[in-house]
């Protein structure tokens, strides 16, 4: 081959390989979702979520509800989905209309837990490692859990380093993460800002502290929902994880009413997160939002129960949208267990969770 000929061949090859490296990187760049919001609520019905506010835990004993004229007024509706709508509005339309809402019996939909032990711990160890821990994950002790979380895999994953943050509402949370192995910033107790460096954070460590103390183990949720929201617009975590209790705490209460009104605030705060997210350039159109819950709660009036002895508190809910997630009436319909919920987060930023750890349940079908 002459040189003239070896020139021109040359520029050929380097301008196919170039066209072949910026298909790929437009690829990359034009990712459908590389970001997931990931909200938990503590012992939340499948009951309320899918019916809404229950009259006969309203106006009786059971439900320990001090006002019930205002308690009627707010959250009873005839209609079976205007209660839904009424208790929990974002999750009911938008959240079902435009991905999907998991665990309506109803519609075809059954979603459990697959450990046997019904309560937060091990709730939690399932939804975040794919796989329940019946022989070590027992009890809600303060013990570090010797599983490997997926949010611990995609801090560790190219890309996500730094970019993983949890925020929650109970003081187990650091266990049930074990930061002192995984680094993991998990906020679970004490001010919502460790170091706050703005007033924005100085401020909302000074509100906490003038609200009650309620529970010796959790705070109430309007700290950790601070926390998390100013991570959002600040840090803008690839995975932004927040870990809600109140409607668990008050359901342990009997107190009915309050466990409705935290569902309704933390219905408006996943609503903040979303919009907020779609207001930010790193996070609009980019972003899948996940909503679980860590176990279930008895009917009638063990409604305030769950556990190794409360059967029925198996029965749970998940919700997923965003650009990865384009549902049918056959996505809809499908049932799984809660194990199913760390490969789904995966899989919503583009990572498998099952290459990484085979035991570990498979992601719902998004699509």
Not at 82 to 110: K, Y
Not at 119 to 142: C, H, V
Not at 180 to 203: C, E, H, I, M, W
Request: net charge positive.
């Amino acid at each position: 081959m002459n040189a003239k000929r070896q020139t021109s061949t040359m520029k050929a090859l380097r301008l196919g390989i170039f066209s072949v490296l910026c298909t790929a990187n437009a690829g990359v760049a034009q990712s459908p979702a590389d970001r997931v919001i990931v909200v938990t609520i503590d012992g939340m019905r499948w009951q309320e979520v899918f019916g809404g506010a229950d009259r006969t835990l309203i106006t009786g004993a059971d439900g320990g509800v001090v006002d019930t004229v205002s308690t009627l007024r707010r959250f009873w509706r005839d209609d079976r989905v205007a209660r839904q709508q009424a208790t929990m509005p974002f999750l009911s339309t938008i959240m079902a209309e435009r991905g999907i809402l998991l665990g309506d019996s109803a519609a075809g939909s059954v979603m459990r837990v697959a450990n046997n032990q019904r309560f937060s711990y091990p709730g939690y160890n399932e939804l975040f490692t794919g796989a329940p821990d019946d022989a070590r994950i027992t009890s809600n002790d303060k013990l570090a859990n010797p599983n490997i979380s997926v949010l611990e895999w995609l801090a560790g994953r190219p890309g996500f380093r730094r970019s993983v943050e949890a925020y929650g509402s109970w003081d187990v949370f650091p266990f049930i993460f074990n930061t002192d192995r995984s680094k993991l910033p998990v906020n679970g107790d004490g001010p919502p800002f460790v170091a706050p460096v703005t007033a924005y954070q100085r401020d909302a460590n000074q509100f906490s502290e003038w609200l009650p103390n309620l529970w010796t183990a959790a705070r109430l949720d309007a700290p950790t929902m601070a926390a998390a929201l100013d991570a959002l617009k600040t840090k803008q975590p690839r995975v932004l994880v927040i870990l809600l209790g109140e409607t668990d705490e008050w359901a342990h209460e009997r107190r009915y009413d309050l466990y409705l009104d935290a569902a309704r605030r933390t219905d408006r705060f996943i609503e903040l997160l979303w919009e907020t997210a779609q207001r930010l350039p790193a996070y609009r159109g980019r972003t899948s939002l996940i909503v679980a819950t860590d176990h279930g709660r008895g009917p009638g009036r063990d409604w305030t129960d769950h556990g190794v002895d409360v059967l029925p508190a198996d029965r749970i809910w998940m919700a997923v949208m965003g650009p990865r997630v384009h549902p049918s009436a056959a996505i809809r319909a499908q049932s799984g267990t809660q194990s199913q919920f760390a490969a789904t987060l995966a899989s919503l930023v583009g990572e498998s969770w099952q290459s990484a750890t085979p035991n570990a349940a498979a992601a719902l079908r998004l699509r």
